[in-house]
T-cell receptor, first 113, second 111 residues
Framework: EAGVAQSPRYKIIEKRQSVAFWCNPI?????LYWYQQILGQGPKLLIQ????????DSQLPKDRFSAERLKGVDSTLKIQPAKLEDSAVYLC???????????FGQGTRLTVV | TQLLEQSPQFLSIQEGENLTVYCNSS?????LQWYRQEPGEGPVLLVT???GGEVKKLKRLTFQFGDARKDSSLHITAAQPGDTGLYLC???????????WGAGTKLIIKP
């Protein structure tokens, strides 16, 4: 079974530029999560989708972050414009409908300079 | 607001020692998972517990879910350098399919 795929693995951009991350979840997983993880800390939920609907985006900085999950499968997370404090690893995870195990991709390490 | 508190935040011990890390909350969870994360990788699921009082063993790792389903512990026997990593717990809520995450315990096992 293929795992969660994310791209790119690494990205370096200047502040005020825009960036987009892509995630392809495990086939059949209805729930998709985007997390931000600062070095040494636990993941912070940015947005959670159930199929193509948003369940929770309360911690998403909506003035600069946006995310979509078209057709309830792939998802993209965008940052525009980026700030220095957005430097982090962005993790995508998916799970079956129930809040059980989450399977993670390798993440995208974003550096904003 | 549901919170999961993990302790200790950081632990460095010698190979062969035993250790326990904790995950505590005032909330009741439908399930609780433990993950291990290595540098540069996403968290990898170790175990899921769903029943109050449940104990699961994974080789030298023993996981326990509290009777009230509010807390959990991870015990490692005879720790090895390969156990080094960030250990994360996450609680599942049936009401809205959310996972609540702890901040993690960074574990270093010295040879």
């Amino acid at each position: 079974e293929a795992g969660v795929a994310q791209s790119p693995r690494y990205k370096i951009i200047e502040k005020r530029q825009s960036v987009a991350f892509w995630c392809n979840p495990i086939s059949g997983h209805a729930t998709l999560y985007w997390y931000q993880q600062i070095l040494g800390q636990g993941p912070k939920l940015l947005i959670q989708f159930q199929n193509n609907g948003v369940v929770d985006d309360s911690q998403l900085p909506k003035d600069r972050f946006s995310a979509e999950r078209l057709k309830g499968v792939d998802s993209t997370l965008k940052i525009q414009p980026a700030k220095l404090e957005d430097s982090a690893v962005y993790l995508c995870a998916s799970s079956l409908k129930t809040p059980r195990e989450a399977f993670f991709g390798q993440g995208t390490r974003l550096t904003v300079v | 607001t549901q919170l999961l508190e993990q302790s200790p935040q950081f632990l460095s011990i010698q190979e062969g020692e035993n250790l326990t890390v904790y995950c505590n909350s005032s909330s009741v969870f439908s399930s609780l998972q433990w993950y291990r994360q290595e540098p540069g990788e996403g968290p990898v699921l170790l175990v899921t517990v769903v029943t109050g009082g449940e104990v699961k063993k994974l080789k030298r790792l023993t996981f326990q879910f509290g009777d009230a389903r509010k807390d959990s512990s991870l015990h490692i026997t005879a720790a090895q350098p390969g156990d080094t990593g960030l250990y994360l717990c996450a609680g599942g809520l049936w009401s809205n399919y959310q996972l609540i995450w702890g901040a993690g315990t960074k574990l270093i096992i010295k040879p």
